[in-house]
């Protein structure tokens, strides 16, 4: 499966706290053991309580749309055949207050709407330079059961 935004776009630059959330294939957010805090992007410090015993967690990979919106300039040449594309803040079931940017893939981008319930899916690329392989963390509208 090829990536939503085309595989001649940049991927992520790996760090020791962002590794888990773009290779496990499940929502990884990050928690502090002393006081629960979830917090994402992911840091060496707990941003509530200052502690430093954070440890990562799979959520359920599921969400909800907090934010949308419609690209239509092509911001990157590996772009130009990719737009109209979405680009959601999605907050995370299982992690309050944690939002995540991803795209929203598999429908229409008109057919995104603030409120909707997302699902995790995940693209794999690979490092040219590392050879490492990535999943990407992106989002689907998620069907009503
Ligand atoms: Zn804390």
Redesign the pocket.
Known sequence: MSRHLGDEFVLPTLTPNNTPYFTSGSIQIQF??????AQHPPDDI??????T??VFAPCPGTGRIESAAIVHHPSHPALKSQVPYVIAIVSVDGAPGCNVQGNVVGCPPEAVEIGQKVRAVFEGAREKASGRELLIPQWELAREA
Not at 32 to 37: I, Q, R, T, Y
Not at 46 to 51: H, L, P, T, V
């Open positions: 502090c053991e002393d006081c629960g805090h707990c941003y509530a309580c200052q502690g015993k954070l």
